[in-house]
Antibody, heavy 118, light 110 residues
Framework: EVQLVESGGGLVQPGGSLRLSCAAS????????MSWVRQAPGKGLEWVAN????????YYVDSVKGRFTISRDNVENSLDLQMNSLRVEDTAVYFC???????????WGQGTLVTVSS | QSALTQPASVSGSPGQSITISCTGT?????????VSWYQQHPGEAPKLMIY???KRPSGVSNRFSGSKSGNTASLTISGLQAEDEADYYC??????????FGGGTRLTVL
């Protein structure tokens, strides 16, 4: 059974940093692109970042470029999102998702809440 | 990276059919078949319902179907059931290894 379990969310002040992690199991992690998707409270889904199978390519939504870094460890089967210079508008539930094809996130974690507030 | 356009809400009675539209541009929805749809119940993670415009993952009811014409994709749910009440999101490949979601549509089963 495919499982994605996020951790690392919490309350952080504007300008602060936070590192999210996603533990993957139940599938061959190293052959799938992986993604982070977020959802602000009461709002819709927003794609945040993708990372290639070997970590050699990374892509971001414009609003987080230069502040967020996606990474992965194919030995530990984990996906991370380092978030720096956090803004109030980054407040959201962050989901880890497997990219099953170029149009689909076929498995999702339950999400971890990040709150940026003073 | 502009969001795809969906109606904010749709409604229907049990047994009826509804259609949710998702309008993009010739750079995303209109340029390929890489469009998917997700169902999200309150407090839960999204669930993949349709991919590649019209394909259903294993386990998804055949009451859910997808189509596309030009820059607009559509999700149709037939034989509405109470459990279909949820938020629905479309998603498209947007080029250069990026993706874009629609703003979401709340489905109310009357």
């Amino acid at each position: 059974e495919v499982q994605l379990v996020e951790s690392g969310g919490g309350l952080v002040q504007p300008g602060g940093s936070l590192r999210l992690s996603c533990a993957a199991s139940g599938f061959t992690f190293s052959i799938y692109w992986m993604s982070w998707v977020r959802q602000a409270p009461g709002k819709g889904l927003e794609w945040v970042a993708n990372i290639k199978v070997d970590g050699s390519e990374k892509y971001y939504v414009d609003s987080v470029k230069g502040r967020f870094t996606i990474s992965r460890d194919n030995v530990e089967n984990s996906l991370d999102l380092q978030m720096n210079s956090l803004r109030v508008e980054d407040t959201a539930v962050y989901f880890c998702a497997r990219l099953g094809g170029w149009d689909r996130f076929d498995y999702w974690g339950q999400g971890t809440l990040v709150t940026v507030s003073s | 990276q502009s969001a795809l356009t969906q109606p904010a809400s749709v409604s229907g009675s049990p047994g009826q059919s509804i259609t949710i539209s998702c309008t993009g541009t010739s750079s995303d929805v209109g340029s390929h078949i890489l469009v998917s749809w997700y169902q999200q119940h309150p407090g839960e993670a999204p669930k993949l319902m349709i991919y590649e415009v019209s394909k259903r993952p294993s386990g998804v009811s055949n009451r859910f179907s997808g189509s596309k014409s030009g820059n607009t994709a559509s999700l149709t749910i037939s034989g509405l059931q109470a459990e279909d009440e949820a938020d629905y999101y479309c998603c498209s490949y947007a080029g250069s290894s990026t993706l874009v979601f629609g703003g979401g549509t709340r489905l109310t089963v009357l």
